[in-house]
């Protein structure tokens, strides 16, 4: 059996485990989004340079400028989200993405370049937000997390296969190869357009679509959740370790075999397609997210003492103190992912589901921008001091890690009533 054989089979397997309905056709458009980001984004700095005509340099700046840009239209985007409807603001999300990828083989030079990823970047944040909330209001409670467990699982697992597809295609070489891996892209939309456009269409509430910014503002000034978002933000440092730290350490200073670092990526894909579902399980549980985020910290605190310990190896035998280390912050990862989708389906009232799905994007686009600075220039230079500093301020924040957490478990925000009428109040006085 080939990879994409395999791959697919198990995208399959994952995708049947869902229970018919809303449930799996949400699943399969998870599915397929995986595989064509996959696909395309293993290529997108080649086709960049090499299609597109931007100059090397000036893709860095191009990408910077489109991540800030999302930075702030996720937040708007999932408000949107709630005033629309999940479900419509999806469809539109789809179409956009679908157009501009379709479009992409016509942009030239760094101008048209800003402007389609600016597009695609922007529409891009707003898609897990209104996925995410979508769930919320299609599915019962009881399934929820569960369904963003198989959607990980299902999304690394399709990623992994577009990257083998891409890596196959790329073989081609030429323009048939850029074309066939955007269309791949435009028809992973197509399709989860129609698939969406399947599911029920859950109205607004009438007191979501008449508020214009009280909604984002209450979410922003909400302190116990934006704690909650800093933590998580804090374990989402484990992406960064996986796609700059493992790397370079492998390459630059333990002169491990280089082969390691793929080995890397496929124990971490493994363990997510395997066990994320598993990782999941109680969080139907009122204690299940304290539990989850207290596991996240011990297990990435320990990855970054166990480099530490093992700093000093060198060649093949530096590989055991990494592999153990790729391990457990892989956990921490899972464990971290398990109890933000805990308190973002309890914490937020249904009305801003994805005002808040939108708010706690900022962590994820905030590492993205952090993380590999602090990786970069902390572990690399520092070397075995650096991982350990890096494990000791993570365990350092297991004593309040239960605290801040709880203030965002025990309860529920409140209501866009609720925020909206002193304010209406003192207007009226």
């Not at 304290?290 to 996240?296: N, Y």
């Not at 912050?329 to 801003?352: D, I, Q």
């Amino acid at each position: 059996m080939s990879i994409d054989a395999g791959a697919g089979s198990r995208i399959s397997g994952l995708a049947r485990s869902v229970p018919q309905g809303p449930a799996r056709q949400l699943a399969v458009v998870s599915a397929l989004d995986a595989l064509g980001s996959g696909a395309f984004l293993t290529a997108s700095v080649s086709i960049y340079v090499e299609r597109l005509a931007v100059p090397a340099g000036q893709v860095g700046i191009g990408l910077s400028l489109a991540g800030t840009a999302a930075l702030f239209s996720g937040v708007w985007l999932g408000h949107l989200s709630d005033r629309v409807g999940p479900r419509r603001l999806l469809l539109v999300l789809n179409t956009v993405l679908a157009i501009a990828f379709g479009l992409l083989p016509l942009v030239r030079g760094f101008w048209g370049f800003l402007l389609a990823i600016g597009v695609i970047t922007m529409a891009q944040s707003g898609v897990n937000p209104s996925r995410s909330a979508l769930s919320y209001h299609v599915l019962d409670a009881g399934s929820r997390v569960r369904l963003q467990a198989v959607q990980r699982a299902l999304f690394n697992l399709g990623f992994a296969a577009g990257t083998a597809l891409a890596g196959i295609v790329l073989e081609w070489g030429g323009e048939a190869g850029f074309i066939a891996l955007t269309a791949c892209n435009v028809l992973s939309y197509v399709g989860g357009w129609a698939l969406v456009r399947r599911l029920p269409d859950p109205r607004p509430d009438a007191s979501v679509s008449g508020s214009k910014h009280g909604a984002v503002q209450a979410a922003l000034a909400d302190l116990p959740f934006l704690r909650f978002v800093g933590l998580s933000a804090v374990l989402m440092l484990s992406e960064s370790i996986f796609y700059v730290g493992f790397p370079l350490w492998i390459v630059s200073v333990a002169d491990a075999p280089p082969g390691l670092a793929a080995g890397v990526f496929l124990i971490n894909t493994a363990m997510v397609v395997l066990l994320q579902v598993r990782v999941g399980r109680g969080s139907d549980e009122p204690a299940a997210a304290a539990r989850f985020m207290r596991r996240a910290v011990v297990a990435l605190g320990a990855a970054g003492l166990t480099m530490a310990a093992g700093a000093g190896l060198r060649g093949t035998a530096a590989a055991v103190p990494i592999v153990v280390a790729a391990v457990l912050v892989t956990l921490a990862e899972m464990w971290n992912s398990a109890a933000g989708w805990k308190v973002l389906f309890t914490y937020p009232p249904a009305e801003r589901q994805g005002t808040y799905q939108g708010v706690y994007g900022l962590g994820v686009s905030a590492q993205m921008i952090v993380g590999p600075v602090v990786v970069g220039s902390l572990l690399i230079p520092f070397g075995g001091a650096g991982w350990l500093c890096v494990g000791l301020v993570v365990l350092a924040l297991l004593p309040m890690t239960s605290m801040l957490v709880a203030k965002v478990s025990g309860g529920q925000a409140p209501s866009t009533a609720e925020t909206e009428r002193p304010a209406a109040t003192e207007a009226a006085s």
